[in-house]
């Protein structure tokens, strides 16, 4: 089991390494309308056949976190939020203890604007990493304790300062969490 954990993480890994690659490729290159079309058509098509093959797989292995994982992250590729969340509560109650996996539920939560479930996933996640897994995790600690602070900060003003003091620990830099500070300590 113990490698299975690690080929996950090294997986998550990759793939949030590629997905930032991406983010920054998306904002910083210019594309005609047809180009980007028949580009998302390619990658629909490939997509669907790329989810067929996830699904087969895991129809003969429910219990393979691997495939469950590629098939969470196309899920997310593709934008569809209701079942990449669903994917990732499958991985999480096969492996409970990997907080990646709660860290992504909050993130497919986060963008199908279900905020409630975001801010109960990010909290799961917090709670999840190990003390030896912090140092790692430090970006992602940030922006969950950053993500709760802001959704705290009308009905809870003070857990939102603890929130956002822990968020500035981990990421003094993030800009936006250090103008969350101020408003919340003025």
């Given at each position: 089991?113990?490698?299975?954990?690690?080929?996950?993480?090294?997986?998550?890994?990759?793939?949030?390494?590629?997905?930032?690659?991406?983010?920054?490729?998306?904002?910083a290159t210019?594309?005609?309308?047809?180009?980007?079309?028949?580009?998302?058509?390619a990658?629909?098509?490939?997509?669907?056949?790329?989810?067929?093959?996830?699904?087969?797989?895991?129809?003969?292995?429910?219990?393979?976190?691997?495939?469950?994982?590629?098939?969470?992250?196309?899920?997310?590729?593709?934008?569809?939020?209701?079942?990449?969340?669903?994917?990732?509560?499958?991985?999480?109650?096969?492996?409970?203890?990997?907080?990646?996996?709660?860290?992504?539920?909050?993130?497919a939560?986060?963008?199908?604007?279900?905020d409630?479930?975001?801010?109960?996933?990010?909290?799961?996640?917090?709670?999840?990493?190990?003390p030896?897994?912090?140092?790692q995790?430090?970006?992602?600690?940030?922006?969950?304790?950053?993500?709760?602070?802001f959704?705290?900060?009308?009905?809870?003003?003070?857990?939102?300062?603890?929130?956002?003091?822990?968020s500035?620990?981990?990421?003094?830099?993030?800009?936006?969490?250090?103008?969350?500070?101020?408003?919340?300590?003025?």
């Amino acid at each position: 089991m113990k490698t299975v954990k690690i080929n996950i993480k090294n997986l998550f890994l990759g793939l949030i390494l590629v997905g930032s690659a991406g983010f920054a490729n998306a904002q910083a290159t210019k594309t005609d309308t047809a180009n980007s079309t028949a580009n998302t058509a390619a990658t629909t098509q490939s997509g669907n056949a790329t989810v067929d093959a996830l699904k087969k797989q895991i129809d003969a292995n429910p219990k393979d976190t691997d495939a469950l994982a590629k098939l969470a992250t196309a899920y997310q590729e593709a934008s569809d939020w209701t079942n990449a969340v669903d994917t990732w509560k499958k991985i999480s109650s096969l492996l409970p203890d990997w907080a990646p996996a709660y860290y992504s539920q909050a993130y497919a939560y986060q963008s199908a604007k279900d905020d409630a479930n975001a801010k109960i996933a990010y909290e799961k996640y917090i709670a999840t990493v190990k003390p030896e897994e912090v140092e790692q995790n430090k970006k992602n600690l940030a922006y969950a304790y950053f993500y709760i602070a802001f959704a705290e900060q009308q009905s809870d003003r003070n857990k939102a300062k603890e929130h956002i003091a822990k968020s500035l620990e981990y990421d003094p830099t993030n800009q936006d969490a250090v103008k969350l500070s101020k408003a919340l300590n003025s």
